[in-house]
């Protein structure tokens, strides 16, 4: 477990790191994917200061309930990105179904410089 990994007795398992991990090696620019601004034609770069899109729909539950599924807009993908909250006896939210946030997404466009 690597050093400062754990929060008060939570933390990820060996398998969600190494995950995370080659995702983040294969696809550096999937983080900056979902702040406004950001897309494939600029190279996912975006403003100062940032913002991020979140949505719901008819089928995310109930948040009284405590357990509620937001979306997270992605701008270098097709739709948004689904992630399930629970909240805890503290009223925490805490995000248990989360990994599609790091999955594939459409790379960067890269500009073709020639002499033509």
């Given at each position: 477990?690597?050093?400062?990994?754990?929060?008060?007795?939570?933390?990820?398992?060996?398998?969600?790191f190494?995950?995370?991990?080659?995702?983040?090696?294969?696809?550096?620019?999937?983080?900056d994917?979902y702040f406004?601004?950001?897309?494939?034609?600029?190279?996912?770069?975006?403003?100062?200061?940032?913002?991020?899109d979140?949505?719901?729909?008819?089928?995310?539950?109930?948040?009284?309930?405590?357990?509620?599924?937001?979306f997270?807009e992605?701008?270098?993908?097709?739709?948004p990105?689904?992630?399930r909250?629970?909240?805890?006896?503290?009223?925490?939210?805490?995000?248990?179904?989360?990994?599609?946030?790091?999955?594939?997404?459409?790379?960067p466009?890269?500009?073709?410089?020639?002499?033509l």
């Amino acid at each position: 477990m690597q050093e400062g990994s754990i929060y008060k007795g939570f933390a990820l398992s060996q398998s969600e790191f190494q995950k995370f991990d080659r995702q983040f090696a294969q696809y550096p620019y999937v983080i900056d994917s979902y702040f406004k601004g950001a897309s494939p034609e600029n190279g996912y770069t975006y403003d100062f200061p940032t913002q991020m899109d979140f949505s719901s729909n008819a089928y995310s539950g109930d948040k009284n309930e405590g357990n509620f599924k937001v979306f997270v807009e992605c701008y270098g993908s097709d739709s948004p990105r689904p992630i399930r909250l629970i909240r805890n006896g503290k009223g925490y939210w805490k995000a248990v179904e989360r990994s599609i946030i790091i999955t594939v997404i459409r790379p960067p466009v890269e500009d073709v410089d020639d002499d033509l």
